[in-house]
Antibody
Framework: QVQLNQWGAGPVKPSETLSLTCGFY????????LTWIRQPPGKGLEWIGI???????SSNPSLEGRVTMSLDTSKRQFSLKLTSVTAADTAVYYC????????????WGKGTTVTVSS | QSVLTQPASVSASPGQSITISCAGT?????????VSWYQHHPGEVPKLIIY???ERPSGVSDRFSGSKSGNTASLTISGLQAEDEADYYC???????????FGGGTKVTVL
């Protein structure tokens, strides 16, 4: 049974880089894509990006190339970096696994609140 | 970026049925059956309730059902209960300039 545990740095200043990590426990990477999703205060869910061990990677065009995702298989961790943040990037960030062949998110991390503030 | 279109809110009394629509485009719902639905109680983690348009994960109540026709997917909740009060989101694999896209979300209120 896959479980995800996520963590990241505290408040981030405008123009800096937001960094989050998600630990993957149980199961195999090969059965899943990995994805990041966020929810700004008072708004809906927003898809950030997706990647796989096999090299598939894609991010939301609205984030204009500010997204970098990586996977450390030895540590069973995958990470998100979002550069040049602004207040609009303040949100609860979730990591999740995406089931191959259905593109549905079956396991979610508990969410990390990230505040961008000077 | 395309956004799947959902009604902002739906309300009904306990025991009634509701249907939430999710309208897409040729880049997503009209072409693929990779649409899923999520229930999100504020402060909690979103929960997968429907995948591949009509399939229900193990453990999800059979009061939840999904369908799709053309470029529109739908989620039906039958026998509405107080615990169903939550936000519901559709999500789809997409081609074009974005790999995937969420709907704007629908707030379900049980009167």
């Amino acid at each position: 049974q896959v479980q995800l545990n996520q963590w990241g740095a505290g408040p981030v200043k405008p123009s800096e880089t937001l960094s989050l990590t998600c630990g993957f426990y149980g199961g195999s990477f090969s059965g899943h894509y990995l994805t990041w999703i966020r929810q700004p205060p008072g708004k809906g869910l927003e898809w950030i990006g997706i990647f796989s061990q096999g090299g598939i990677t894609s991010s939301n065009p609205s984030l204009e190339g500010r997204v970098t995702m990586s996977l450390d298989t030895s540590k069973r961790q995958f990470s998100l970096k979002l550069t040049s943040v602004t207040a609009a990037d303040t949100a609860v960030y979730y990591c999740a696994t995406v089931v191959l062949n259905s593109y549905s998110m079956d396991v979610w991390g508990k969410g990390t609140t990230v505040t961008v503030s000077s | 970026q395309s956004v799947l279109t959902q009604p902002a809110s739906v309300s009904a009394s306990p025991g009634q049925s509701i249907t939430i629509s999710c309208a897409g485009t040729n880049n997503d719902l009209a072409t693929y059956n990779f649409v899923s639905w999520y229930q999100h109680h504020p402060g909690e983690v979103p929960k997968l309730i429907i995948y591949e348009a009509t399939e229900r994960p193990s453990g999800v109540s059979d009061r939840f059902s999904g369908s799709k026709s053309g470029n529109t997917a739908s989620l039906t909740i039958s026998g509405l209960q107080a615990e169903d009060e939550a936000d519901y989101y559709c999500f789809s694999y997409a081609s074009g300039n974005s790999f995937a896209v969420f709907g704007g979300g629908t707030k379900v209120t049980v009167l």
